[in-house]
């Protein structure tokens, strides 16, 4: 059965260009994002990898630790860990998994075999501290993610772990958000110091309480 928001994510030990891990103790305390992609030495993925790489500073300040996957073997991701450098200017620097039995990506339902029988789609995991699923996306092979999304929504996650609130759409780090329906009216002024509007009684708008 496949994997749904909520559920524990499965541990295991896997070889990488990084040497041998266990999932759950590479992830240790940290927040972890696990994504496949379809094949080594492909553009698309080269991009993705790429950006990835580019964006370990903003992984870092969110606590998260980053792993790829893909169905190659660990010394094709060595080759072309070289041109991902190249290319796109960047130091590959987390672990790519060689997953060539393919045992982690059924684990994780990265196999879709009517996209592909073989090849795992772009699948990506946020796994919190207490190793929980909280976002699961697929992409097609055809499509490279949006990796700014990706810390869009591990913000969201972050905060929305902490307070009583949502974020609506489109929100980034620093917008309002919304009043959970849970918290009673009576209790918004103690819970959320910095005021709150009320649009329609379900709809009841705060400042972000950590800024
Ligand atoms: C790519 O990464 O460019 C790619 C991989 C598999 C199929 C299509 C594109």
């Known amino acids: 059965m496949s994997l749904r928001l909520g559920d524990k994510a499965p541990n295991f030990k896997a070889k990488t260009s990084k040497g041998e ?3 759950y103790e590479f992830l240790g305390d940290s927040w972890g994002v ?7 030495y492909t553009p698309v993925c ?6 990835t790489a580019a964006l370990k500073d903003e992984f870092e300040k969110r606590n998260v630790k980053v792993a790829a996957l893909s169905v190659d073997s660990v010394e094709s991701h ?7 450098n190249e290319t796109q200017n960047v130091e590959v620097n987390f672990p790519i ?14 196999i879709h075999p009517n996209a592909s029988a073989t090849a795992t789609v772009r699948s990506l995991f946020v796994i919190a501290p207490d190793k929980t699923i909280k976002l ?19 913000d969201s996650l972050q905060l929305t772990a902490n307070y009583s ?14 009043i959970t329906p849970a918290v009673k009216d009576e209790d918004v ?23």
């Not at 696990?34 to 080594?40: E, I, V």
């Open 165 to 178: 609130v949502a974020t609506p759409a489109d929100w980034k780090q620093g917008e309002d958000v919304v």
């Open 46 to 51: 080269t991009t993705e990898l790429g950006r």
């Open 97 to 110: 998994i060689g997953d060539e039995n393919r045992e982690i990506a059924e684990a994780y339902d990265m």
């Open 78 to 84: 060595h080759g072309w860990i070289e041109d991902i």
């Open 189 to 211: 002024p103690a819970k959320f110091p910095k005021g709150h509007t009320v649009i329609k009684p379900y709809l009841r708008m705060t400042p972000q309480p950590n800024k």
């Open 21 to 23: 891990i266990d999932f």
């Open 136 to 154: 699961i996306i697929s992409y097609p092979a055809s499509t490279g993610r949006n990796f700014q999304e990706i810390l869009r929504v591990i």
């Open 34 to 40: 696990l994504f496949s992609h379809p094949a080594d």
